[in-house]
């Protein structure tokens, strides 16, 4: 039986990717095993999941002045002398990277080892991690077109980023129902991220008015962020966080506004769902949800909308827009050559397993 070691953490964006490729690692009858940190975000997403967990330690890697960055270093050393006897011990075939501080101790270590690993990038621009693992990589597949160019040398391919099968498998009249809508007025669906923000929506809430004129919402609004005065407006369902509920709310979506992560981008690309994405300012990231919209909309795939610009009028202004134009959008979306991630990822895989 051939044995795969998965690693990523920090965020559900470096841990989420690799479930999209464990149904298919299981067909194919590989021994799948994780390697994360202890308190980290990935620990109760992969036991969950019933996969064997691994525990090593690492320090976060920071572009910014801190008084850990004298000691993490040791932590991150201390890491790779961890997974370094972890893959001894277990002798994967392959390791298999989604990014994040605690995959570049394993990648370090499954390269000493002579075991082939091969990465995933989700941004245009490599993160940190990423780029400090590159040379130990075997193959780092790119989630945008634009991205080949920013990874150094020539062990780089397009793959797209691999979306969860059971997303696909979501049922729109399922979601109309447990959102009880009862007319035929199209699904506006906001996705505001795991931890919401709170400007985009108030902006919608101040719009509301006029937006259940003509559609019904569904409104993912982060941890915190319900408006428990708003609960009993008709058309309008809320929600701080939803995970097993997801595909059939997602199904159920006409259209779509969200902020410019990579997952969730190609997810709505997966389902060809009409979006108007709004990223993250370089106030409060590093760019990259700026870029990853800005391919998007280059492709047909999304309307862009940046945060600076967004008042109420702009925003319903931009959604009748975006739903007279939708169909547009999903026959861009329908054309595009970045299809079945977790099928040309599984074949890196295989070919490259020692």
Partial sequence: MKKIIL???????????????????????????????????????????????????????????????????????????QAILIIRKEKPNIVFSKGGFVSVPVVIAAHINKVPVIAHESDITP?????LSAPYCTKICATFPESLKN???????????????????????????????????????????????TFINNTVRNSLNELLKNYNIVHICGKGNLDRSLKERKGYVQFDYINEELPHIMNAADIVIS????????????????????????????????????SFEKSGYSMVLQEDELTSQVLLDRIFKLYSSRNEYINNMEASPVQDAVGKIINLIEKYSI
């Fill in 259 to 294: 902020r410019a992560g990579a997952n969730v981008i190609f997810e709505l690309l997966a389902l060809k769902k009409p979006n108007l994405l709004i990223p993250l300012s370089k106030k409060s990231s590093r760019g990259d949800q700026i870029l990853n919209a800005a």
């Fill in 127 to 131: 993160g940190l991690a990423n780029r």
């Fill in 151 to 197: 990874i150094k040398g020539n062990n780089s391919v397009l793959t797209g980023t691999p979306i969860r099968k059971e997303l696909l498998d979501g049922s729109r009249i399922i979601g109309r129902r447990m959102c009880g809508f009862d007319n035929e007025k199209p699904v506006l669906l906001i996705i505001g991220g795991s931890l919401g923000s």
């Fill in 7 to 81: 690693t990523g953490g920090g965020s559900a964006g470096h841990v989420t990717p690799n479930l999209a490729l464990v149904p298919r690692l299981k067909e194919l009858g590989y021994n799948i095993q994780y390697i994360g940190t202890e308190n980290g975000i990935e620990r109760k997403i992969i036991e969950d999941q019933k996969i064997e967990y691994h525990i090593i330690s690492s320090g976060k890697l920071r572009r910014y002045f801190d008084i850990k960055n004298f000691t993490d270093p040791f932590k991150v050393l201390k890491g790779i002398l």
